[in-house]
């Protein structure tokens, strides 16, 4: 199973970017997706996530400017970030909580956490 991050860039202030995150592999079923972020010198952060129902949470600083969604018959997330800020520059981490498909007859699944590659957002003018 992997993810793949892509959709990054370098915008102006105030401009948008969408980040799309997709799972592939045994797949059974994916449960948790969401976005992280780091920005230099500082820890990674919870920036949003959805769980399997569509319910979703966000961090302060994004609300009202990100949103988060997913296609679940894709297995893929996507974070739609509008009234980018230079504070928004970092790089963007997907993750996800997966049922790996170990076998079919009999069914055998493993739940693991797995992560993206990194995708740079950069907010400069």
């Known amino acids: 199973v992997q993810l793949q991050a892509s959709g990054g860039g370098a915008v102006q202030p105030g401009g948008s970017l969408r980040l799309s995150c997709a799972a592939s592999?045994?797949?059974?079923?994916?449960?948790?997706m969401g976005w992280y972020r780091q920005a230099p010198g500082k820890q990674r952060e919870l920036v949003a996530r959805i769980v399997t129902g569509g319910d979703t949470s966000y961090a302060d600083s994004v609300k009202g400017r990100f949103t988060i969604s997913r296609d679940s018959g894709k297995n893929t997330a996507y974070l739609q970030m509008n009234s980018l800020k230079p504070e928004d520059t970092a790089v963007y981490y997907c993750?996800?909580?997966?049922?790996?498909?170990?076998?079919?007859?009999?069914?055998?699944?493993?739940?693991?956490?797995?992560w993206g590659q990194g995708t740079l957002v950069t907010v400069s003018s």
């Open positions: 592999g045994r797949i059974y079923s994916v449960d948790i």
């Open positions: 993750n996800a909580d997966i049922d790996q498909l170990l076998s079919r007859d009999p069914i055998s699944l493993l739940k693991d956490e797995f």
